[in-house]
């Protein structure tokens, strides 16, 4: 299966700790978007990264977040000094980039903080 | 600015019912609509789409048309099944590569044998 492929699908994290989440894009994709699902609301967007560049971070929260997808490897998701309104699902999806070409998901990674 | 409205759930039916999810959008422009599935614990997977209007999507027997004079997406299919139950997102992306989902609250569809 050469989805996009997120781990880890549950992590559970401390009030102050750090959350370090990962995206491996599709096969032949290089652009990743990451959203969060808040409990009984839709996805909204963070941010839009292609390699080694953030292209769109108007989503993403000011402060202890963060983002990165490096020449190799896969896109990280950082958020430092964790607190309880972290708690979400984060997906992250990938793109040709090309017009009208869809994103496909990754099945989530469930961030629940203690 | 640019937004998604869904109707409320969870929508509750029984097997072989119609279905109707009804969804508008706000958008200064013109962008492409698409239905999005999650089932339990998993991510969103692409149920169809649309890039212009009067377009129709359709896929596993669940179809639906961009109404640009409505502003609507609304989804539907005519015979549900139980393995259909899931949450259903609508959403609109405008068509420059790489600009970002707008979702929709999403909508829980429970169907019954």
């Known amino acids: 299966n050469a989805g996009v492929m997120q781990n880890p699908r549950h992590l559970v994290r401390r009030r102050g700790q750090e959350a370090r989440l990962r995206c491996s894009p599709m096969?032949?994709?290089?652009?990743v978007y990451w959203y969060r699902q808040l409990p009984e609301e839709g996805l909204k967007f963070m941010v839009y990264?292609?390699?080694?560049?953030?292209?769109?971070e108007s989503g993403m929260p000011k402060e202890r977040f963060s983002a990165e997808f490096p020449k190799e490897g896969p896109s990280i998701l950082r958020i430092q000094q964790v607190v309880r309104g972290d708690s979400a699902a984060y997906f992250c999806?990938?793109?040709?980039?090309?017009?009208?070409?869809?994103?496909?998901f990754g099945d989530g990674t469930r961030l629940s903080i203690l | 600015g640019n937004s998604v409205t869904q109707m409320e759930g969870p929508v509750t039916l029984s097997e072989e019912a119609f279905l109707t999810i009804n969804c508008t959008y706000t958008?200064?422009?013109?962008?492409?609509l698409f239905w999005y599935v999650q089932y339990p614990g998993e991510g969103l997977q692409l149920l169809l789409k649309?890039?212009?209007?009067?377009d129709k999507g359709s896929n596993k027997g669940f179809e639906a048309t961009y109404r640009k004079e409505t502003t609507s997406f609304h989804l539907e299919k005519g015979s549900v099944q139980v393995s259909d139950s899931a949450v259903y997102f609508c959403?609109?992306?405008?068509?420059?590569?790489?600009?970002?989902?707008?979702f929709g609250k999403g909508t829980t569809l429970s169907v019954s044998s």
């Open positions: 999806a990938s793109s040709e980039g090309r017009q009208n070409q869809p994103q496909h």
């Open positions: 096969k032949g994709h290089s652009h």
């Open positions: 990264l292609q390699k080694e560049n953030i292209i769109d």
């Open positions: 958008a200064t422009g013109y962008p492409s």
């Open positions: 649309a890039t212009k209007a009067d």
């Open positions: 959403a609109l992306s405008f068509n420059q590569a790489g600009t970002a989902l707008i």
